[in-house]
């Protein structure tokens, strides 16, 4: 059983940086693709990052490219997103997700296990 606690959210200057992290407590971390999704109010979950199980492989929304990064540790069962050059529409809820495959998807509805959130807010 996949369990998905997210942590590393705040506010930060556009700018800025922070880095999330998703932890697994189920220890069954490196089986599942890992991805990143945001929803900011008002508006739909949107794909930012993804993961195959191993780390291998990546594939980003052309919003998160060049500034964000995707990556994991499966011994520590954990996942992260840094994020760098962060603008204020990146405020969101941020959320990990993970499938249990091998290959990552960028469609929400793909992915079974899902994190609580955290929040990111970034001022002007």
């Known amino acids: 059983q996949v369990q998905l606690v997210e942590s590393g959210g705040g506010l930060v200057q556009a700018g800025g940086s922070l880095r999330l992290s998703c932890a697994d407590s189920?220890?069954?971390?490196?089986?599942?693709?890992m991805g990143w999704f945001r929803q900011a109010p008002g508006k739909e979950r949107e794909f930012v990052a993804a993961?195959?199980?191993?780390?291998?492989?990546?594939f980003y929304a052309d919003s998160a490219k060049g500034r964000f990064t995707i990556s994991r540790d499966n011994a520590k069962n954990t996942g992260y997103l840094q994020m760098n050059s962060l603008k204020p529409e990146d405020t969101a809820a941020y959320y990990c997700?993970?499938?249990?495959?091998?290959?990552?998807?960028?469609?929400?509805?793909?992915?079974?296990?899902w994190g609580q959130g955290t929040q990111v807010t970034v001022s002007p």
């Open positions: 997700a993970a499938r249990m495959s091998d290959i990552y998807l960028t469609s929400a509805s793909r992915y079974n296990y």
């Open positions: 189920g220890r069954t971390f490196s089986n599942y693709a």
């Open positions: 993961s195959s199980a191993s780390g291998g492989r990546t």
